[in-house]
């Protein structure tokens, strides 16, 4: 049922939202010169799946977990961009083709060997990774993996549409910041 919710709600959110993406974009070729991210990340079972989101920080970053860069990295429209969550909107590709869902574990990198640890004792990697979720509107993000991965599990053991809702309204709503970024 949530794949179907997933695929007509990715693809009317694609539909209206364009107008806001093509802006955006246009903002992010004068603020990066290269406004799409696309990063490898784990996906259920373990697959890798390529995330496409906005691009927050400038070309010459590292390819770690935002909590191990440095929030100089971060542009000033990427900070925008993030406080918003508007760096996600591309994500709805990645629904819509059925890669991530809207609600779900965040997708991880491959070299969070800790997190996969974590995750993969609690079989975190039986579901499609989301937009968001229990962990994401609690603000519990992948610097803290054994907590991260726990409640990610519990969002699983506990999953129906109630909660799918819940967790997409509250995002939309503003709870929960992503993950955080080192001080400088």
Partial sequence: MTRVLDFVFSFFGILFLLPVGIILYIIGLFDTG???FIQERVGKNKKP???IKFRTMSLETESVASHLASTSSITKFGSFLRRTKLDELPQLLNVLKGDMSLVGPRPN???QKELIEERDKLGVYSVVPGITGLSQIN???MSTPQKLAEKDAEMIANYNLKNYFWYIFATVGGKGQGDR???Q
């Fill in 34 to 36: 290269s406004p799409i």
């Fill in 49 to 51: 799946f390529n995330l």
């Fill in 109 to 111: 990198l491959f070299n």
């Fill in 139 to 141: 603000e519990i993000d």
């Fill in 181 to 183: 970024v080192k001080k």
